[in-house]
Structures are given as structure tokens and as C-alpha cells.
Nanobody, 115 residues
């Protein structure tokens, strides 16, 4: 089982990034998929969630209207489109797959928003 995030980096405030999470080793369409983030010195928080069938069920209040979660089942890939980024969005972003019995995590990708 692998979840591999990519697309992080350094961006100026107001900029955009698209994170990707490539999944392998499990049946992608059987799992709910989530994006989490953890900033230095803070607890990990759920950013966005999408169901097995592609229904978005959650956005963190502070990212509503700026972030969009989506997935491409044909590519076994989860996305997080992030726009109008703010310094407080700086964190390690990780994807997560969960079903009734199992939970998998990626290694994370760093997003830094700074001028």
C-alpha cells in the first residue's frame, strides 16, 4: 500500500498550488479519502474529505471557498486544489485513506506560504 503526495512547495500569499496523492496497493474506490495538515507546534487537523463515490463531505472552515478536494478514480489519485493561499496555510499536508477496517497515510508534502 502506498500513498505518495506531491505538489507542495514555497508560494507567495495569494498564490495557488495543487497537491496530488497517488494511491496504489489497495482498491482506491473502496476508501474514503481525506487531506490533513499539521503545522509546527500544532495538532494535525482535517482539511477536506471526499467519499468513495466522490461526494465532498467536509472542508475546514478556514479553507472553505479557497480549497477544493477531488479525485480521479481512473488514475487512483486524490487532489487538493488550493487557491488564495495564506501564511497560516503553511503545514505538512498528508493524504489519508480509510475504510471500516484499515487506514493508510502518505508521508506528507510541505506547503510553505511566505513572501
Amino acid at each position: 500500500v502506498r500513498l505518495v503526495e506531491s505538489g507542495g512547495g514555497l508560494v507567495q500569499p495569494g498564490g495557488s498550488l495543487r497537491l496530488s496523492c497517488a494511491a496504489s496497493g489497495f482498491t482506491f474506490t473502496s476508501y474514503e479519502m481525506n487531506w490533513y495538515r499539521q503545522a509546527p507546534g500544532k495538532e494535525r487537523e482535517l482539511v477536506a474529505a471526499i467519499t468513495r463515490v466522490g461526494v465532498v463531505t467536509y472542508y475546514l472552515d478556514s479553507v472553505k471557498g479557497r480549497f477544493t478536494i477531488s479525485k480521479d478514480d481512473a488514475k487512483n489519485t486524490l487532489y487538493l486544489q488550493m487557491t488564495n493561499l495564506k501564511p497560516e496555510d503553511t503545514a505538512v499536508y498528508s493524504c489519508n485513506a480509510v475504510d471500516r477496517w484499515y487506514e493508510f497515510w502518505g508521508q506528507g508534502t510541505q506547503v510553505t506560504v511566505s513572501s
